[in-house]
C-alpha cells in the first residue's frame, strides 16, 4: 500500500518557477466575531441532499490556502551519485546551491481572533531538514497574511498557526464520535494549489490504521482530496468540523476515492494545548510491539486480532516495572480490547503521564492483569530505530542447504558460537541458535530469514540447541498447528517475532 499525505511542493530551480497558481474563485472575507458552522440553511433530507451550496458558501470563507518557503541546498551536479560524479563537478567545483522550496497546503480558522489548524507535515522543516522561513495564509478573497507557528505536534501531525487581525470567519470541531459509516460529509482545501475546492462524499469507515502511529485512528471517506488538501477540514451536514484531510492512499498519488482524516476526538484537545503554548504530553509504557496476525496467533494457540504481542521491553520503563514481559500478548488497556481498529500504541499514548492503568496480558496460555504506571512518550527522533544488516557466516556448504530443504521449517541450524559471534559483530551474545541456512522455497525464504539470523525462541520457549527447536516444531504439528512463532534477531538489532508455516 502506498500512503501519501496530501500536500503538494514545488521547487524554484535557477529562477525558474514551477509552482501551481492558486486559482481560488472570488469570495468576500466575511468580517463577523460568530462561529460560521452551525445548522445548515437547507436541513438535511433523507437520501442524497438536494444541493451542498448553502453549506459550502458559509464554510468557504473560513477555509485558507497554506504556504511556506524554505531555503534549501541541492547538488549542483548533474550527475551526484552516478559513477561519472567524480568527473562532472558542475559550477562552483559542485558545490550545493541554495534554493527556495515552496511547499502548499490547507488550513481552517478556529477563532475569530486568526488562530489556524493545519497538518504538521504542511509546515514543518523540508528536504534536508531546511527550516522553513516564511509561511502565508490566503484567504478564498486573495487577502494575504503573514503566519507565525504558534506549535506543532509531530505525533499527531498537526500545528497551530497565528495571523494578526480580528473578526475572522472561523468554524467549530464537531463530535467525531458520532459520526457513523454512510453519513455525508463535505472537504474543503487546496488541491495542486487550486484554492478553495470543495467535494463530498460520505464517511466510509471508521478506526482506520494505516500504521501512523499512537494517533492512528482516522476516519476514511471517499470525498475527493488529493496533494494540497493537507489540513483541510472535513465537515459534517451542520457545518462542523469532524475531521482534518491529511493522507490519501493511491498507488498514483492521485485521488482514488480512499483518503484519511484525524477526527476531532484526537485533534481537539491536541489543538487546544498547541493554541496554549503547551506541549503535548503522551503516555509511554516502552514496549516494542507487534500484531496477532494469523500465522502468530496460530502458532501460540489465540484467536488473530485480539491483542497484540510485546516482542521488546525497554528497560527501566513501565512495562518492565510493572512485570510485563517479552512474548506477553496484551488484550485489553484499562478495561478496553486491544484490536487492529484500538491499537496499544493508541489506547497507552491517549492515557495521561502517570496514569495506573491495568493491563491484562496472556502469558502461557494464562490470563494475569499487571498495573503500569505510565511513563512520558518520548519524541518521535528518539523512538526511531535504525535498520543494519549483520556480517555472514563462512560460505555455506551443500550439506547445510540440503539439510535446511530436508526441515520441516526450511531451517538449518547450528550452535551460536562465540567466534560466529565475532563474525556476525554481535556486541552482546545472545543466548539461542543460528541459521546456517534456508531453504529459499520455503516460508522461512519467503518472509525473509537468512543466513546469520539468531532463534532465540520458538514458540516462547528458549532454543538453546537445534533440539530445542526440533522439539518445538514437534509439538506444534501434535498440537495441528500450522505455523511456529520465532523471536529473530539480526546482528544488534532489536529482535522480533515472525511466524514459520510448516514446509
Given at each position: 500500500?502506498?500512503?501519501?499525505?496530501?500536500?503538494?511542493?514545488?521547487?524554484?530551480?535557477?529562477?525558474?518557477?514551477?509552482?501551481?497558481?492558486?486559482?481560488?474563485?472570488?469570495?468576500?472575507?466575511?468580517?463577523?466575531?460568530?462561529?460560521?458552522?452551525?445548522?445548515?440553511?437547507?436541513?438535511?433530507?433523507?437520501?442524497?441532499?438536494?444541493?451542498?451550496?448553502?453549506?459550502?458558501?458559509?464554510?468557504?470563507?473560513?477555509?485558507?490556502?497554506?504556504?511556506?518557503?524554505?531555503?534549501?541546498?541541492?547538488?549542483?551536479?548533474?550527475?551526484?551519485?552516478?559513477?561519472?560524479?567524480?568527473?562532472?563537478?558542475?559550477?562552483?567545483?559542485?558545490?550545493?546551491?541554495?534554493?527556495?522550496?515552496?511547499?502548499?497546503?490547507?488550513?481552517?480558522?478556529?477563532?475569530?481572533?486568526?488562530?489556524?489548524?493545519?497538518?504538521?507535515?504542511?509546515?514543518?522543516?523540508?528536504?534536508?531538514?531546511?527550516?522553513?522561513?516564511?509561511?502565508?495564509?490566503?484567504?478564498?478573497?486573495?487577502?494575504?497574511?503573514?503566519?507565525?507557528?504558534?506549535?506543532?505536534?509531530?505525533?499527531?501531525?498537526?500545528?497551530?498557526?497565528?495571523?494578526?487581525?480580528?473578526?475572522?470567519?472561523?468554524?467549530?470541531?464537531?463530535?467525531?464520535?458520532?459520526?457513523?459509516?454512510?453519513?455525508?460529509?463535505?472537504?474543503?482545501?487546496?488541491?495542486?494549489?487550486?484554492?478553495?475546492?470543495?467535494?463530498?462524499?460520505?464517511?466510509?469507515?471508521?478506526?482506520?490504521?494505516?500504521?501512523?502511529?499512537?494517533?492512528?485512528?482516522?476516519?476514511?471517506?471517499?470525498?475527493?482530496?488529493?496533494?494540497?488538501?493537507?489540513?483541510?477540514?472535513?465537515?459534517?451536514?451542520?457545518?462542523?468540523?469532524?475531521?482534518?484531510?491529511?493522507?490519501?492512499?493511491?498507488?498514483?498519488?492521485?485521488?482514488?476515492?480512499?483518503?484519511?482524516?484525524?477526527?476531532?476526538?484526537?485533534?481537539?484537545?491536541?489543538?487546544?494545548?498547541?493554541?496554549?503554548?503547551g506541549r503535548v504530553k503522551r503516555g509511554y509504557l516502552g514496549?516494542?510491539?507487534?500484531?496477532?496476525?494469523?500465522?502468530?496467533?496460530?502458532?501460540?494457540?489465540?484467536?488473530?486480532?485480539?491483542?497484540?504481542?510485546?516482542?521488546?521491553?525497554?528497560?527501566?520503563?513501565?512495562?518492565?516495572?510493572?512485570?510485563?514481559?517479552?512474548?506477553?500478548?496484551?488484550?485489553?488497556?484499562?478495561?478496553?480490547?486491544?484490536?487492529?481498529?484500538?491499537?496499544?500504541?493508541?489506547?497507552?499514548?491517549?492515557?495521561?503521564?502517570?496514569?495506573?492503568?491495568?493491563?491484562?496480558?496472556?502469558?502461557?496460555?494464562?490470563?494475569?492483569?499487571?498495573?503500569?504506571?505510565?511513563?512520558?512518550?518520548?519524541?518521535?527522533?528518539?523512538?526511531?530505530?535504525?535498520?543494519?544488516?549483520?556480517?555472514?557466516?563462512?560460505?555455506?556448504?551443500?550439506?547445510?542447504?540440503?539439510?535446511?530443504?530436508?526441515?520441516?521449517?526450511?531451517?538449518?541450524?547450528?550452535?551460536?558460537?562465540?567466534?560466529?559471534?565475532?563474525?556476525?559483530?554481535?556486541?552482546?551474545?545472545?543466548?539461542?541458535?543460528?541459521?546456517?541456512?534456508?531453504?529459499?522455497?520455503?516460508?522461512?525464504?519467503?518472509k525473509g530469514l537468512r543466513r546469520g539470523d539468531i532463534i532465540?525462541?520458538?514458540?516462547?520457549?528458549?532454543?538453546?540447541?537445534?533440539?530445542?527447536?526440533?522439539?518445538?516444531?514437534?509439538?506444534?504439528?501434535?498440537?495441528?498447528?500450522?505455523n511456529v512463532l520465532l523471536y529473530i534477531q539480526r546482528g544488534?538489532?532489536?529482535?522480533?517475532?515472525?511466524?514459520?508455516?510448516?514446509?
Amino acid at each position: 500500500m502506498r500512503y501519501a499525505y496530501a500536500m503538494t511542493a514545488a521547487m524554484l530551480l535557477g529562477g525558474t518557477a514551477a509552482t501551481l497558481a492558486l486559482q481560488s474563485p472570488a469570495a468576500s472575507q466575511q468580517a463577523q466575531s460568530e462561529a460560521i458552522s452551525g445548522t445548515a440553511t437547507s436541513a438535511p433530507r433523507p437520501g442524497a441532499p438536494m444541493s451542498f451550496a448553502d453549506l459550502a458558501a458559509r464554510l468557504q470563507p473560513a477555509v485558507v490556502n497554506i504556504s511556506t518557503t524554505q531555503k534549501v541546498q541541492v547538488s549542483n551536479n548533474p550527475f551526484e551519485g552516478t559513477p561519472f560524479g567524480d568527473l562532472f563537478g558542475g559550477q562552483q567545483g559542485g558545490q550545493p546551491v541554495t534554493r527556495e522550496a515552496q511547499s502548499l497546503g490547507s488550513g481552517f480558522l478556529i477563532s475569530s481572533d486568526g488562530y489556524i489548524v493545519t497538518n504538521n507535515h504542511v509546515v514543518s522543516p523540508g528536504q534536508r531538514g531546511a527550516a522553513v522561513s516564511s509561511i502565508t495564509v490566503t484567504f478564498p478573497d486573495r487577502t494575504e497574511y503573514p503566519a507565525k507557528l504558534i506549535g506543532r505536534d509531530p505525533t499527531s501531525d498537526l500545528a497551530v498557526l497565528k495571523i494578526e487581525g480580528k473578526n475572522f470567519p472561523y468554524v467549530k470541531f464537531g463530535d467525531s464520535a458520532r459520526a457513523r459509516v454512510g453519513d455525508w460529509v463535505v472537504a474543503i482545501g487546496n488541491p495542486y494549489g487550486l484554492g478553495g475546492t470543495v467535494t463530498a462524499g460520505i464517511v466510509s469507515a471508521l478506526h482506520r490504521n494505516i500504521n501512523g502511529g499512537p494517533s492512528d485512528r482516522y476516519i476514511q471517506s471517499d470525498a475527493s482530496i488529493n496533494q494540497g488538501n493537507s489540513g483541510g477540514p472535513m465537515f459534517d451536514m451542520s457545518g462542523n468540523v469532524i475531521g482534518i484531510n491529511t493522507a490519501i492512499f493511491s498507488p498514483t498519488g492521485g485521488n482514488i476515492g480512499i483518503g484519511f482524516a484525524i477526527p476531532a476526538e484526537v485533534a481537539a484537545p491536541v489543538v487546544e494545548t498547541l493554541k496554549a503554548g503547551g506541549r503535548v504530553k503522551r503516555g509511554y509504557l516502552g514496549v516494542g510491539i507487534q500484531p496477532l496476525d494469523e500465522g502468530a496467533a496460530d502458532a501460540l494457540g489465540l484467536q488473530k486480532n485480539r491483542g497484540e504481542l510485546i516482542a521488546r521491553v525497554e528497560p527501566n520503563e513501565a512495562a518492565a516495572k510493572a512485570g510485563i514481559r517479552e512474548g506477553d500478548v496484551v488484550v485489553t488497556v484499562g478495561g478496553r480490547e486491544v484490536t487492529p481498529d484500538q491499537t496499544l500504541s493508541f489506547l497507552i499514548a491517549n492515557q495521561p503521564v502517570g496514569a495506573r492503568v491495568p493491563i491484562e496480558v496472556i502469558r502461557g496460555g494464562k490470563r494475569q492483569t499487571f498495573t503500569a504506571v505510565l511513563g512520558e512518550r518520548p519524541s518521535e527522533d528518539k523512538l526511531a530505530t535504525l535498520n543494519g544488516g549483520a556480517p555472514g557466516l563462512d560460505p555455506e556448504d551443500d550439506e547445510t542447504t540440503q539439510n535446511a530443504a530436508k526441515e520441516s521449517l526450511g531451517l538449518a541450524v547450528q550452535d551460536l558460537t562465540p567466534e560466529i559471534a565475532r563474525q556476525l559483530g554481535l556486541t552482546n551474545v545472545p543466548r539461542g541458535i543460528v541459521i546456517g541456512a534456508v531453504d529459499p522455497s520455503s516460508d522461512a525464504g519467503g518472509k525473509g530469514l537468512r543466513r546469520g539470523d539468531i532463534i532465540l525462541s520458538a514458540n516462547q520457549q528458549p532454543t538453546l540447541t537445534a533440539a530445542d527447536l526440533n522439539r518445538v516444531a514437534a509439538e506444534a504439528k501434535r498440537a495441528g498447528r500450522a505455523n511456529v512463532l520465532l523471536y529473530i534477531q539480526r546482528g544488534n538489532n532489536p529482535a522480533r517475532y515472525i511466524a514459520i508455516k510448516f514446509k
